[in-house]
């Protein structure tokens, strides 16, 4: 069974940081992309950012990129999301996916991604 479960969520004031996580497990790891995706309230779930397999190519999403930092270990099948300078417009769940990196056409792209997690919620306080 392929899960996915995302961590690291929390509330947070403006210009903070946090550090998601998101932990693999039931696939060989080195072998998928994973994304990471937010939904806010009231809004798509739009994609923010994706880490290739072996070799670690990275996308971002324009408006984020600069904050956010995405980076892998696969010794301990987890990708991160590093989220700097906070602000109220981040707050939305977060979700990490995962896709075969040899199926990746789209990184930030909803529909190539086969397995979801359940999601973190991050809220940004004013």
């Known amino acids: 069974e392929v899960q996915l479960v995302e961590s690291g969520g929390g509330l947070v004031q403006a210009g903070g940081s946090l550090r998601l996580s998101c932990v693999v497990s039931g696939v060989t790891f080195d072998d998928y992309a994973i994304g990471w995706f937010r939904q806010a309230p009231g809004k798509e779930r739009e994609g923010v950012s994706c880490i290739s397999g072996s070799r670690r190519i990275t996308y971002y999403k324009d408006s984020v990129k600069g904050r956010f930092t995405i980076d892998r270990d696969n010794a301990k099948s987890t990708v991160y999301l590093q989220i700097n300078s906070l602000k109220p417009e981040d707050t939305a769940v977060y979700y990490c996916?995962?896709?075969?990196?040899?199926?990746?056409?789209?990184?930030?792209?909803?529909?190539?991604?086969?397995?979801w997690g359940q999601g973190t919620q991050v809220t940004v306080s004013s």
């Open positions: 996916a995962a896709v075969p990196q040899d199926a990746l056409e789209h990184p930030l792209g909803q529909s190539d991604y086969r397995y």
